[in-house]
């Protein structure tokens, strides 16, 4: 009985054995090379307010790809020389840790994270100690972004962009004219509607828009409304009228008398302008204070006017002259590098803005 029991044993420990191993060998283990010596295997500063200390990794291994990724609280405080690459051996990356002139005097901890494409990875503890530095004047630096003029408008349903009138038309005098789509973002469809007054029924009506037939066929006295799908509408449109003759009738003609043509586009949702704009390391880490300026000239309709900063709601109201708002860097998630600035309103609403300027202070040693 006690030998049956140890060859269940045997048996349960091997065939775990032999699971571990065909894991290895299906997900592979990193060699070696490719796990990264780094040297030092920790970084450990003391630096004061608003100065700089520099660092430099030394990174033995061997892969297609090594990736450097800063951890933690002071992730923002380090920048690196190069945090992607190839690498047969021997590679050095500059680290630069850069404390904040507003960071409070105590210790701070983080990491930067070295990996390789075949799985290798190691964690180096990065330390900092804040400290007071002798008393040094400090100065706001102003950067005035200039953002310009935006008109903004909410319109949902038909808008009718040309008109012409009193057409007459036949095989030999067709009519074209044409039609500029400013911005075709918020357009749906379009139409073209023909008001007819009299036709003496010999030949077809064909209308064409950007040399494609939209219509083709004989059209009675009345309104006369064609459908135009978003597919064929351009910023610049041709619209073609003609007739016909009317078939085995050679010594007749086609006539269509007009009132007036008109052409338009359905909207749907146009609301929006969108501005980018940069911001510099030094002002991310340095920041006092952010403020948004512009003058309302007008509004037309009942809606309000929505500003945000990177999705952030920094400003919400209905009111005319000069306005301006203050915003802290953390609240509307200001980044290093671009940024995006978006304006909005509500339905059947248009609002006129000038001047629009955003203000980003920062602090300075002098």
């Known amino acids: 009985m006690r030998k049956a029991q140890v060859d269940e044993f045997a048996f349960v420990l091997i065939a775990g054995v032999i699971i571990i191993i065909v894991l290895l060998l299906t997900w592979g283990v990193p060699s070696g090379e490719q796990i990264p010596k780094v040297n030092p295997d920790s970084i450990s500063l003391t630096i004061g307010k608003g100065r700089s200390e520099n660092v430099i990794l030394e990174i033995n291994v061997t892969s297609e790809s090594v990736t450097l990724t800063p951890r933690g609280t002071i992730k923002d405080w380090i920048e690196l020389s190069d945090n992607n690459f ?3 051996g021997l590679s050095y990356v500059r680290v630069t840790i850069t404390v904040p002139l507003g960071a409070e005097e105590r210790r701070y901890a983080g990491s930067i994270d ?4 075949e799985g290798g990875k190691v964690s180096i503890p990065v330390t900092i100690d804040v ?7 400090i100065k706001d630096v102003y950067r ?12 949902e349903g038909f808008r009718s962009l040309k008109t012409v009138e009193s057409l007459e038309i036949d095989e030999n005098s067709p009519y074209s004219f044409s039609v500029s789509i400013e911005d075709l973002s918020y357009v749906t469809d379009g139409k073209v509607i023909l008001y007819i007054l009299y036709t003496n029924g010999e030949g077809n009506l064909m209308v064409k828009l950007n040399n494609q037939v939209i219509y083709d066929g004989k059209a009675m006295p009345g309104e006369l409304e064609i459908p135009v799908e978003k597919s064929l509408l351009k910023s610049y449109n041709v619209i073609e009228i003609s007739t016909r003759k009317p078939g085995w009738k050679f010594w007749t003609k086609s006539i269509y008398k007009i009132d007036k043509v008109e052409f338009g586009v359905n909207y749907s949702g146009l609301g929006e302008e969108k501005r980018n704009f940069e911001v510099y390391r030094e002002e991310i880490l340095n920041f006092k204070e ?6 309302v000239r007008n509004i037309e309709g009942p809606g309000k006017l929505t500003i945000k900063i990177n999705g952030n709601k920094i400003y919400e109201g209905r009111e005319t002259g000069r306005i301006w708002r203050y915003f802290n860097y953390v609240d509307v998630g200001l980044v290093k590098g671009t940024n995006t600035i978006s304006f ?12 629009i300027k955003l203000v980003i202070v920062h602090e300075t040693r002098i």
């Open 131 to 137: 400290i007071k530095v002798a008393e040094e004047k």
């Open 114 to 117: 070295v990996e390789t494409l």
């Open 344 to 355: 909005s309103t509500e339905a059947s609403t248009t609002y006129e803005i000038e001047d």
């Open 290 to 295: 952010g403020r948004i300026e512009f003058n």
């Open 86 to 88: 190839e690498s047969s």
């Open 144 to 155: 005035t972004i200039y953002l310009g003029d935006v008109l903004l408008t909410h319109t």
